[in-house]
T-cell receptor, first 114, second 112 residues
Framework: AQSVTQPDIHITVSEGASLELRCNYSYGATPYLFWYVQSPGQGLQLLLKYFSGDTLVQGIKGFEAEFKRSQSSFNLRKPSVHWSDAAEYFCAVGDSQGAQKLVFGQGTRLTINP | DAGVIQSPRHEVTEMGQEVTLRCKPISGHNSLFWYRQTMMRGLELLIY????????DSGMPEDRFSAKMPNASFSTLKIQPSEPRDSAVYFC??????????FGPGTRLTVT
């Protein structure tokens, strides 16, 4: 069965600092990987996705993620965070390229210090 | 497009009452998903439909929960009777073949 682990429940960084959120997955076949962001009181918004090809994927809002098959990881990065990036971030793995069944991690809450 | 539309946005009801949550998918999307989000359990998939047909309802907690999709433009999630432990945010998400899921704003349900 698929599973996703986000080891960090809560991360605090200063505005302008770099960010890396960790995601590890467990899946027997080629994974389809996603990062979503959820602002308070809102639904989830897709930041980026990996289906195949280049293992470094670019997303919206200046985020990127790198797929590392050998480490079963799909970590999210941003070189310089903004106060508006404060939110909850979810990593998810799917079993097909399309909008099929996703398994989500528990989420990482990001706090930005001014 | 207006995105995924959910109603109501907030619902407060008493234990034992019937609750109906509604979702209007993005036009052209043929997959629809119902999720529940709580602090304790995170984001859980309850059920999903492809082309209006329920594909996997293994996440539905118990018989008190039911979901329908009578056509491509509308889905409901019903809880009867409701219990305090059903209090959560319920999300509807939709997608098209070969694409990601788009989430609605959610319905915050409080059962007292």
């Amino acid at each position: 069965a698929q599973s996703v682990t986000q080891p960090d429940i809560h991360i605090t960084v200063s505005e302008g600092a770099s960010l890396e959120l960790r995601c590890n997955y467990s899946y027997g076949a080629t994974p389809y990987l996603f990062w979503y962001v959820q602002s308070p009181g809102q639904g989830l918004q897709l930041l980026l996705k990996y289906f195949s090809g280049d293992t470094l994927v670019q997303g919206i809002k200046g985020f990127e993620a790198e797929f590392k098959r050998s480490q079963s990881s799909f970590n999210l990065r941003k070189p310089s965070v903004h106060w508006s990036d404060a939110a909850e971030y979810f990593c998810a793995v799917g079993d097909s390229q399309g909008a099929q069944k996703l398994v989500f991690g528990q989420g990482t809450r990001l706090t930005i210090n001014p | 497009d207006a995105g995924v539309i959910q109603s109501p946005r907030h619902e407060v009801t008493e234990m034992g009452q019937e609750v109906t949550l509604r979702c209007k998918p993005i036009s052209g999307h043929n997959s629809l998903f119902w999720y529940r989000q709580t602090m304790m359990r995170g984001l859980e998939l309850l059920i999903y439909f492809n082309n209006n047909v329920p594909i996997d309802d293994s996440g539905m907690p118990e018989d008190r929960f039911s979901a329908k999709m009578p056509n491509a433009s509308f889905s409901t999630l019903k809880i009867q009777p409701s219990e305090p432990r059903d209090s959560a945010v319920y999300f509807c998400a939709t997608g098209a073949s070969g694409s990601e899921q788009y989430f609605g704003p959610g319905t915050r349900l409080t059962v007292t």
